[in-house]
């Protein structure tokens, strides 16, 4: 049996309570930011996050060099070859490079080249992308990696050795053994003497990067002083940022990302104009909660389950008919990932299960299915069961592709699998990611040592007691508190996301109505009462697993919910209601 969550308020700073309320936040907002960070330093760019406090790209190692590499290959007559990953930070780092090459610097269409990944061949430049490199008839002045590249060093090898150079931008972890010595030039804010914020996504380096490079075109003479500034590509910058779950904690990424949106919600570009027309998000301006759900979502299902270039044209089109077609294409990708998930998922759940005991501290579950699918399985099992997981999918070749979640705060997903590749050296064929999230690809053979390997590095990481799920609030709120008006108190803290997390709190109330909703009648409407009296409408979706499960809940019982407040408009009326995450029977 799944131990039951235990509920915990995130830690409270006195001092950065007081610091708010002497900046102008409300008492609730205040309480807010104390609960997400214990430091005073950078406090007004962390909750008023503007572009022009973001850390100097000087500060990004070997920024100039690259730009320099980059603003030769413009100046010159050969082919600019992007290679980027396939997921939204590769896309989102293609459509910043590309435009900035074309629509800012000049360059011809004809010679910029992109070459993105494939789900199924794996991460990283990988030997399919080197051999595609490697088949273009246009001479290459330059290779440039985005959101890839660090981990690459026999693929650049050969690059280098055919005379391609490349020029690396990335931001994962590096190697054990550091650079990858062939490339012409390494930026990624891991590597050894980097000052730059650790937490940028793929898309902000070469963002920065190239930023560097208008700097020094503008001292060659080839651009104007006054030529436009780059500070409106971060509308994608902020979808790509928030794709990839980097810190939001971070001043870097919430100004990127609150730039972004400002720039997104004036909707200029064909891609956001079609979104919007898809779906207008109840008339409210576009935030981080929607460009995950509802974009990334759609962008990365590309990958998972049809073309990956159909998201890289949506962010690209010329006009918005255009882009609408993508879009649709997009849209029906994502149907059918929500289709293949579903079954999936079912059998993680019965595998895990079968797993599961009271002292796992991981867990590593092999399937059949989708390999592009397995980052989303691992997400709901991990939170299912609390425990740092790995799903892996038969990619029927004498290889697992596997993709992990760290589901605990204090576990480093990347750390482990360099522990693990310590104990075999022959348990990896590629590895790649970050403390939250990585990837791998096994020898089928290597499952069970795999298995048992993830579940000592992860023990090794946490020690003698294994992990609880634990669901993290901001508390209880009194009843003068829910009302509408507090959402207005909320967004100002806007964006929401890894390490600064959408507002939760808890409470207990009685259930005075409750309905099953929904197609497949697994989601729960409900009417709560507070102790002193207040009514207040909840959603709990996916309440239960299956329609044909016993309504759990019926009315009189007294329950503690963990939820989210909204707002849900209806018949031209306005009203807060509860997002349950979480509900069980009051002891």
């Not at 610091?19 to 950078?42: N, P, W, Y």
């Not at 973001?54 to 070859?81: C, E, F, W, Y």
């Not at 002193?532 to 007294?558: C, S, W």
Request: hydrophobic share 40%; proline share 5%; aromatic share 6%.
């Amino acid at each position: 049996m799944i131990k039951t969550p235990e509920i915990v308020q995130r830690p409270f700073s006195q001092e950065v309570h007081s610091a708010c309320i002497k900046l102008g936040l409300s008492d609730i907002q205040a309480r807010l930011v104390a609960q997400r960070t214990d430091t005073i330093e950078k406090l007004p760019e962390t909750v008023f996050p503007k572009l022009k406090h973001i850390q100097h790209p000087d500060a990004l190692k070997n920024s100039q060099q690259a730009a320099q590499l980059i603003a030769d290959a413009i100046q010159s007559d050969g082919a600019i070859v992007l290679a980027t990953d396939y997921d939204t930070d590769g896309v989102t780092s293609a459509w910043v490079a590309v435009t900035a090459l074309i629509d800012y610097f000049g360059v011809p269409k004809e010679r910029v080249i992109h070459v993105i990944g494939d789900r199924k061949t794996g991460y990283g430049i990988t030997d399919e992308v080197c051999e595609r490199i490697l088949a273009i008839e246009d001479p290459i002045s330059l290779v440039i990696s985005a959101d890839q590249g660090s981990s690459d060093e026999p693929r650049i090898q050969r690059l280098k050795q055919a005379g391609i150079d490349v020029c690396v931008t990335d931001h994962h972890q590096m190697p054990i053994e550091g650079v990858p010595v062939s490339a012409a030039c390494t930026v990624n804010p891991q590597q050894e003497g980097c000052e730059y914020d650790k937490t940028i996504a793929g898309c902000f380096v070469i963002f920065l990067v190239m930023t560097q490079v208008r700097q020094a075109l503008v001292q060659r003479g080839y651009l104007q002083p006054d030529s436009p500034s780059l500070k409106a590509l971060s509308m994608n910058v902020a979808l790509g940022t928030i794709a990839d779950s980097v810190s939001l904690k971070s001043p870097n990424n919430r100004a990127i990302v609150n730039a972004g949106l400002q720039f997104i919600n004036q909707f200029d570009q064909p891609s956001w104009r079609a979104m919007k027309a898809l779906n207008d998000n109840q008339g409210e301006p576009f935030n981080a909660e929607y460009l995950a759900f509802q974009v990334a979502t759609r962008i990365n299902a590309a990958s998972r389950v049809s073309d990956v270039t159909t998201a890289y044209h949506f962010l690209t089109a010329e006009t918005e008919n255009e882009a609408k077609g993508y879009l649709d294409q997009l849209d029906a990708d994502n149907q059918d990932r929500r289709s293949q998930q579903q079954q999936m998922l079912e059998d993680a759940q019965q595998k895990a299960g079968e797993l599961y005991h009271p002292q796992k501290y991981t867990l590593a579950v092999a399937l059949q299915g989708n390999a592009g699918i397995q980052g989303i399985i691992a997400t709901r099992i991990g939170e299912k069961f609390g425990l740092p997981t790995v799903i892996l999918t038969d990619l029927n070749d004498g290889y697992l592709a596997g993709s992990g979640r760290g589901i605990v705060s204090d576990v480093d997903l990347r750390e482990a699998f360099q522990w693990m590749s310590e104990q075999d050296d022959a348990l990896f064929r590629s590895m790649g990611g970050h403390k939250g999230a990585a990837g791998c690809m096994i020898p089928i053979e290597k499952y069970s040592v795999f298995a048992e390997l993830f579940e000592q590095a992860v023990q090794n990481q946490l020690g003698d007691k294994p992990p609880v799920p634990l669901l993290e609030t901001d508390g209880q709120l009194e009843d003068h508190l829910l009302v509408p008006e507090l959402i207005y108190h909320l967004n100002i803290l806007e964006p929401y996301g890894r390490e600064w997390p959408q507002p939760s709190f808890s409470g207990e109330f009685e259930i005075v109505q409750i309905k099953e909703v929904g197609q497949t009648k697994v989601h729960l409407s409900c009417r709560l009462r507070t102790d002193n009296g207040k009514t207040l409408q909840a959603i709990y979706f996916n309440a239960k697993q299956h329609e044909d499960d016993v309504m759990p809940f019926r009315p009189k019982d007294r329950v503690t919910c963990v939820y989210q407040p909204g707002l849900n408009h209806f018949g031209g009326r306005t009203q807060l209601q509860l997002r349950l995450q979480w509900m069980q029977k009051s002891v």
